[in-house]
């Protein structure tokens, strides 16, 4: 009987892991291609990685944000703003249905106006499968701090 468990146990490990690394993969391409989307001004493409009920914090400060409008991302396009950043050290956890994302962003983000604002911020987001795609429910952008050990 306890051989039969181990055997069972086994099984779904091999069945398991490899599941978990295919989704892990998937869920990095689409946080990539999130980003590819925004920083090559493809808002579009960018709103649609995100979940109608998304919510999050921008590197600004300001308050909560819930959801994105293209017109809105358009505007602040044709006022200035850039986004020219990298992701690095991108690391994906599943959970169920749901995908905890983190990695930091460097580069440098121009505001309306032309203020130029260079830097490394942390970024996380979490996913969720929505009719099989994984959508954003949650992000944060921070400033990383000199501590930081990267």
Known sequence: MRARAVGLGLLLFTWIAPNLQGQEAEVASAVRATLEAWT??????????????????????????????????RAA?????????????????????????????????????????????????????DAGTWKIVQFHISPRREADPR
């Open 77 to 129: 396009a044709d006022a200035g703003f850039r986004a020219d950043v990298e992701l690095s050290d991108l690391d994906v956890k599943i959970y169920g249905g749901m995908s905890v994302s983190v990695g930091y962003l460097a580069g440098t983000l121009t505001m309306p106006g032309g203020l130029r604002l260079p830097g490394t911020w942390r970024y996380s987001e979490t996913r969720v499968l």
């Open 40 to 73: 090559s001004g493809d808002y579009e493409s960018f709103v649609a990685s995100y979940h109608e009920a998304a919510r999050g914090f921008f590197l600004d400060g300001s308050p909560l944000m819930r959801g994105f409008n293209v017109e809105a991302l």
